[in-house]
């Protein structure tokens, strides 16, 4: 049963297979398959204040303040009013509660959004309007056009030819491309016939739910017959639904059980290091506490037996106390009492405002705002953001993070001539922009007019009718997948299974030679404005080993011709002997194509003898339909006729980064910053992307590539890396083996290991498997995190999530995630940070995510200048808020050696009160939300900067006790010289002041301007604000002192204001004032001294920096030419597209053709025309 949404009950059994049957609730539901809503929220109404109060005592602070909280109210020992800790106490808890109530808000309505979603479900013959949430496991329902997908969905059939169906993937795995999407043959004959889809009864057998996005296995009984069931029949939901009027789907899995919601991951509560810390700190302040108060404790039993026993009558016991021990037992209670201010409960207050404050910074950063889509950064967790300056391992998805998944058409070889630069009137290279005039194709009415080119001459070429640039464009528009549709005339639209694909068939349109229309047998070119219809006799299409793809098409003129293209390094080999020369000039194109981070292709074709071509096609027909060994067979049969082809030229293809990817790249290197990509994109296209964002480069020692294929393969190949890396780290004497010796364990935590040079490192899905077990992750992480950048390709969203979850259990180190799919939810949830991209590829991440923006530029930004900020403030923050406190507090310990351990307290209570919540709590507000040692320009430039963050240089436990023992060391002054000053003082008028009030408020007084001036030493950069904080709180002390200690409070509230006339009576005395200044002075020069001396004898990484960055404010270094960054390189990428294998066969099977387009037979423009002969030129 449910109650206040809690479960209770027996466990729900691990489910082995699911079993279903469509249109049968009845059945389904015995099964307890859950249904289609689904839930990220934490709490409901009634079990808000329960849970939310568990979760806020789980605080070691929260839970001992409570317990302060019952022994203030026992009278025999509360030395202190109630009010002093319940007021603090609740207000902590209000402003966690209400920040928690306002999160789970926001994650409610959000669920509410989703789940009210209306989509329409075949419920008795009908179609019904259903909101999301009452979808049930079984269920028939119908989407449209542009619906997002319910639920997990075995396709039955939709309105396009042969129940083909297309879908956007970019929920899930950041991808725009189209993919298709197919339906059995005996359930595409249901249509959308309502009548049958109701007496469908199929029975469908699967694997249990599961996060595997590209797998899917299990079985449709349907009449007595087993149908076999994959991937490619399955509509998962995120997906959309696209160019396909509606289809219907038959309910597999819903709500959680789907493979979205598995792949979400756990919703972890996150804690920063420096919360784990203050967590071991506030032990050993509790510890420290204890220590004390047994200390005063032994002292007082002694001291009452010594001297209180005969001491009664002036002096009596409290009731109830019979002895000296048992005086010493209560005394022990009312000293944790008074000396709890060790760790003042307003800390924690501070914190979380200090956090809210840094938070709304990144909300309010206009350079972090993205005025394109009208998205500014956000900050969606207010807990994390000292954590942005401590960043070490970035672990970036590829696609739509790094990159826009945008591919231009960027620069072409033709017959050994280069095209796609600019030039000036010199002979000068002009770098393209903006203001570049682009070439003009109004001349051209079928023209994409997204389509820009700059260099004129190409178009030139074409109007002149130059032979191999007209067949280079023909080749282009003829040999590809890519499928035309056109709704209107004119306005062709491509759906293509590869972007690249797109753009080179975009690329042919726009310069005369325009894709129109294809059917199984033929395609439809309007060349230069003639529609001319090849027949297409066969594609030999493209897989992984042949990296080339080709077609055999006749021309209307009769001609027979082969048309390929591929990677470079395979068609070269294949080229006629007469291309020599026009092969090394086409060289030295690809090699400046490749130096810019260009994909590039080679382009061939050659002409067919008619009867060796017929003898051909037989054999290809025999191996297409042969039983065994069918691709062995049509392999061979391909490489028979690929042969000797004519070099046409190469295409140049830039796979569009982000704005700005290789500059942020570079800067957060020279942070010290270590980047991973985690793609599930294949090696060759993660190894572009790599080299153009400038994360692989030439000057690299090496690049190892991780690709066996057993688990001994590789482990041999990370451990060859790691000998190249680091010989000395196979000896017996390296720090790691030695620890291996001791324990028969692995390591906790393994250090930092030094490579002799800078390396890459990338890794196969596959092979990443094997490297993730437990006896090989060792060595991948010794392996990887020696290098400057490792790639994993082709991993699946769980596996994308182990490799952040190993560096975080083998590396003291703080990770942060990037990503903007449903793909990269897990690994956001798993890291430390997690940093959603929100754009045009969905908000999956973006919801799983702590901050978001929307271009990954601004992470430089987040953390070379917000996480820095964030994480000094609140360093400087900790430092000081320990120091005032231990300062404040210990003055109570030595007051106990001169009052009998009596637990009297040195100041007055309403002092005790304010001193934290009211006397210092702004000036260090001010301090930590305003302080910069260097402001956010000098940050970005000097990223060095950021390196302490990462040591945790700032605040650690060393630092602590720093902070520690200058708070004894002040505490000592404080009490000693206000004590020597006050001995046996005589006013100037000859009365005395030496009496415990005049003491109490000295002592206070010293204290307070003592830390007001320490805060001043700490504040790098001078704000109104904080001059304000830091006077205005001395002006309010005064003020409540001279007002409280006033006669008029004492006539009104007698029992409340003891202290009468004392403030006028002590601090009218010059001596008070001197021994004032002594105190201070004694306090902070030292702290200058040493200051000064550390920086000039033993100045840190950081201090150099900022000596220099002193000097360059002196005389402002001009502004950095904006440059783009190029990279030199021999290196080429392959054939790097994506579609997926087999498409070649659906097209020539015409599957996936829709009726012919009635504007695919006319012709509409010729460049030639007299119109148009002096346009664009």
């Not at 959680?256 to 804690?271: A, E, I, V």
Request: proline share 3%; glycine share 6%; charged share 20%.
């Amino acid at each position: 049963m449910s109650l206040f949404g809690l479960k209770f009950g027996k466990k729900k059994l691990k489910e082995e297979e699911r079993q279903l049957q469509a249109n049968n609730r009845d059945f389904n539901l015995q099964f307890e398959y859950a249904n289609n809503t689904i839930k990220t929220s934490k709490y409901n109404f009634f079990t808000f204040l329960p849970l939310n109060l568990f979760e806020q005592f789980q605080r070691i602070a929260n839970a001992y303040f409570l317990f302060l909280l019952i022994l203030q109210l026992i009278p025999q020992i509360s030395s202190l009013a109630w009010f002093t800790t319940v007021v603090p106490l609740v207000l902590v808890l209000a402003v966690s509660g209400v920040k928690d109530a306002i999160d789970d808000f926001n994650r409610h309505k959000s669920d509410k959004h989703v789940n009210n979603r209306p989509v329409q479900v075949l419920i008795n013959g009908m179609l019904k309007d259903e909101k999301w949430m009452n979808v049930q496991v079984g269920d028939i329902i119908k989407l449209e056009n542009n619906n997002f997908v319910t639920a997990d969905l075995l396709l039955l059939s939709s309105s396009e030819p042969h129940s083909l169906t297309y879908i956007e993937t970019a929920e899930l795995d950041g991808e725009t491309n189209l993919k298709v999407k197919q339906a059995l043959t005996v359930t595409s004959e249901l249509g959308e016939d309502l009548q049958k889809l109701t007496e469908f009864n199929g029975e469908v057998k699967c694997e249990a739910p599961n996060n595997k996005l590209d797998k899917f296995t299990g079985t449709l009984t349907l009449q007595g017959e087993k149908y076999a069931l994959d991937n490619e029949k399955m509509l998962l939901r995120g997906c959309t639904i696209r160019n396909t009027e509606w289809c219907f789907g038959l309910v597999i899995y819903a709500g959680p059980d789907t493979k979205l919601m598995q792949n979400s991951g756990k919703t972890t509560f996150k804690r920063t290091s420096i919360d784990r810390l203050m967590n071991v700190l506030v032990l050993v302040i509790f510890a420290f506490l204890a220590l004390m108060c047994l200390i005063l404790a032994i002292g007082n039993g002694i001291w009452e037996y010594d001297k209180g026993y005969y001491f009664q009558v002036y002096l009596p016991w409290a009731e109830g106390v019979n002895s000296a021990s048992y005086s010493g037992f209560l005394m022990f209670w009312s000293y944790v009492i008074i000396l709890n201010t060790v760790v003042p409960i307003s800390l924690y207050v501070s914190v979380e405002i200090i956090r809210l404050g840094n938070s709304f910074y990144i909300d309010w950063d206009r350079k972090m705002y993205y005025p394109l889509n009208d998205t500014p950064a956000q900050a969606r967790t207010t807990t994390l953001n000292e954590e942005l300056g401590q960043i070490k391992y970035i672990f970036s998805d590829k696609t739509g993070t790094l990159t826009q998944n945008i591919m231009c058409f960027n620069k072409c070889s033709i017959n050994g001539k280069s095209y796609g630069d600019v030039y000036d009137m010199s002979g000068q290279r002009v770098e393209i922009n903006e203001n570049t005039e682009k070439v003009d194709f109004s001349y051209n009415q079928l023209a994409d007019p997204k389509f820009a080119f700059y260099d004129h001459s190409l178009v030139e070429a074409v109007k002149l009718s130059d032979v191999p640039t007209h067949r280079f464009f023909r080749l282009l528009s003829l040999c590809h997948t890519v499928m035309p549709e056109e709704k209107k005339e004119g306005n062709l639209v491509y759906q293509a299974q590869s972007p690249d694909e797109g753009a080179l068939v975009t690329a042919a349109r726009n310069f005369g030679f325009v894709f129109r229309a294809r059917t199984p047998e033929t395609i439809t070119i309007v060349e230069m404005g003639e529609t001319k219809i090849y027949k297409l006799l066969a594609i030999l299409d493209f897989n992984n080993v042949r990296k080339r793809m080709s077609v055999i098409v006749r021309s209307p003129e009769g001609d027979l011709t082969l048309y390929c293209k591929g990677a470079d390094t395979i068609l070269y080999e294949l080229l006629n002997s007469s291309c020599e020369s026009l092969k090394e000039e086409t060289t030295e194109h690809l090699n400046e194509f490749a130096g810019e981070g260009l994909r590039t292709l080679v382009v061939a074709y050659k002409n067919l003898d008619e009867d060796y071509f017929q003898d051909w096609i037989g054999r290809h027909h025999e191996a297409s339909t042969a039983l065994e060994g069918r691709e062995d067979k049509l392999s061979e049969l391909y490489e028979e006729i690929e042969k000797d082809l004519m070099l046409l030229g190469a295409t140049a293809i830039e796979d569009k980064l982000q704005d700005g990817v290789p500059q942020t790249i570079e800067t957060l290197a020279k942070a010290n910053i270590k980047i991973w990509v985690l793609t599930g994109d294949k090696q060759e296209t993660a190894m572009n992307i790599g080299y153009s964002c400038n994360l692989l480069n030439d000057d690299m020692e090496d690049v190892f590539v991780i690709e066996g294929s057993t688990s001994d393969d590789v482990l041999n190949e990370l451990r060859n890396a790691r000998k190249k890396m680091k010989p000395d780290s196979f000896l017996d004497s390296d720090e790691i083996n030695i620890q291996f010796e001791k324990s028969s364990k692995p390591p906790k935590i393994l250090p930092d290991e030094q490579a002799n040079g800078v390396y890459g490192l990338v890794i196969t899905g596959h092979s990443l498997a094997y490297a993730l077990e437990g006896n090989l992750e060792l060595e991948l992480v010794r392996t990887a995190c020696m290098c400057k950048v490792v790639i994993c390709c082709r991993v699946t969203p769980l596996q994308k999530a182990q490799v952040v979850e190993l560096v975080k259990k083998y590396k003291k180190a703080v990770t942060l995630a990037i990503g903007d799919g449903a793909n990269d939810v897990s690994m956001i949830k798993t890291a430390h940070i997690g940093v959603g991209i929100s754009g045009q590829e969905g908000m999956q991440a973006v919801l799983s995510s702590d901050f978001s923006f929307a271009q990954f530029r601004y992470l430089q930004r987040l953390l070379l200048v917000h996480g820095r900020w964030s994480y000094i403030r609140m360093c400087k923050f900790l430092k000081y808020f320990f120091y005032k406190n231990f300062a404040f507090t210990l003055v109570h310990f030595w007051y106990g050696f001169f009052s009998g351990f009596s637990a009297q307290t040195v100041y007055d209570e309403w002092f005790i009160t304010l001193y934290n919540l009211v006397y210092t709590s702004l000036p260090v507000l001010g301090m930590s939300l305003f302080d910069q040692d260097v402001d956010d320009r000098w940050s970005m430039l000097f990223p060095q900067l950021y390196v302490p963050g990462q040591q945790n240089l700032y605040f650690n436990k060393v630092v602590f006790v720093k902070c520690m023992l200058q708070g004894i060391y002040s505490s000592l002054i404080l009490f000693f010289i206000p004590y020597g000053a006050m001995y046996n003082t005589m006013r100037s008028d000859g009365k005395a002041i030496a009496d415990y009030q005049s003491f109490a408020l000295m002592a206070q007084t010293c204290l307070l301007i003592v830390v007001s001036v320490q805060i001043g030493l700490d504040t790098s950069y001078w704000t109104v604000v904080n001059q304000f904080f830091i006077w205005g709180s001395l002006s309010v002390y005064f003020a409540i002192t001279f007002t409280m200690y006033s006669d008029g409070m004492y006539l009104i509230f007698t029992a409340s204001f003891p202290f009468i006339g004392t403030a006028r009576n002590t601090l009218s005395q010059p001596n008070v004032w001197l021994a004032i200044f002594l105190s201070i002075t004694l306090c902070v020069l030292p702290v200058v001294g040493f200051r000064f001396l550390k920086a000039q004898l033993k100045p840190t990484p950081s201090d150099k920096v900022l000596l220099k960055i002193k000097e360059a404010k002196k005389r402002p270094p001009p502004p950095s030419p904006k440059r783009r960054l190029r990279r030199t390189s021999t290196r080429r990428s392959g054939y790097a597209f994506s579609h997926q294998h087999g498409f070649g066969a659906l097209i020539m099977s015409g599957r996936n053709m829709r009726p012919k387009s009635p504007f695919a037979t006319t012709g509409t423009f010729s460049p030639n025309s007299d119109k148009y002969k002096h346009k664009g030129l």
